[in-house]
T-cell receptor
Framework: DQQVKQNSPSLSVQEGRISILNCDYTNSMFDYFLWYKKYPAEGPTFLISISSIKDKNEDGRFTVFLNKSAKHLSLHIVPSQPGDSAVYFC??????????FGTGTRLQVFP | DSGVTQTPKHLITATGQRVTLRCSPR?????VYWYQQSLDQGLQFLIQ???????AKGNILERFSAQQFPDLHSELNLSSLELGDSALYFC???????????FGPGTRLTVL
């Protein structure tokens, strides 16, 4: 049972434009959500997180939106840069326990 | 650099063998988590330790075991290895009072 889903395996965006990565979840007990970025042969790097008591969190070019009623979150990257090209994973947890990861979306930012 | 270190970076071994993966968490972090990533899939939680004690278990096979030592480093032991155990194994640590886990660079295990 896939509790966290990233339905788009890949996304291609032009440099300078907005990248929107989506994530859906099924477990209403999740109270904390995170986005990680992963380059090949490296570990996931923490990007940004959001608590379930908020609906938006912003950090520089990265903004995460949470829609609890739809059980949906999204990561916006504005403006997109070539160095943003990587695989992005969303993850969720509750009670500060294990993270449940989505399968990832490969973002490619082209000039 | 997340502050989490893992050794070795690469490991190649044969079926039936046993290996040990090592992880050192960020300074002061008491929680250590182990995850497995197979073939472009998402990361699957294996096991969590907190200050030397097992805290939570995920989809960890009986052939796998882990421990956390008094200096807080952790080891993941994989035995009777099978071809399907070939994967990336990541360790993460978390400080008390936060929800964010920081990941190490991983160990790529190849079972031939």
């Amino acid at each position: 049972d896939q509790q966290v889903k990233q339905n788009s395996p890949s996304l291609s965006v032009q440099e300078g434009r907005i990248s929107i990565l989506n994530c859906d979840y099924t477990n209403s007990m999740f109270d904390y959500f995170l986005w990680y970025k992963k380059y090949p042969a490296e570990g996931p790097t923490f990007l940004i997180s959001i608590s379930s008591i908020k609906d938006k969190n912003e950090d520089g070019r990265f903004t995460v939106f949470l829609n609890k009623s739809a059980k949906h979150l999204s990561l916006h990257i504005v403006p997109s840069q070539p160095g943003d090209s990587a695989v992005y994973f969303c993850a969720a947890n509750y009670n500060t326990d294990k993270l449940i990861f989505g399968t990832g979306t490969r973002l490619q930012v082209f000039p | 650099d997340s502050g989490v270190t893992q050794t070795p970076k690469h490991l190649i071994t044969a079926t039936g063998q046993r290996v040990t993966l090592r992880c050192s968490p960020r300074s002061g972090d008491l929680s250590v988590y182990w995850y497995q990533q197979s073939l472009d899939q998402g990361l699957q939680f294996l096991i969590q330790y907190y200050n030397g004690e097992e805290r939570a278990k995920g989809n960890i096979l009986e052939r796998f075991s882990a421990q956390q030592f008094p200096d807080l480093h952790s080891e993941l032991n994989l035995s009777s290895l099978e071809l399907g155990d070939s994967a990336l194994y990541f360790c993460a640590s978390r400080s008390s009072g936060t929800d964010t886990q920081y990941f190490g660079p991983g160990t790529r295990l190849t079972v031939l």
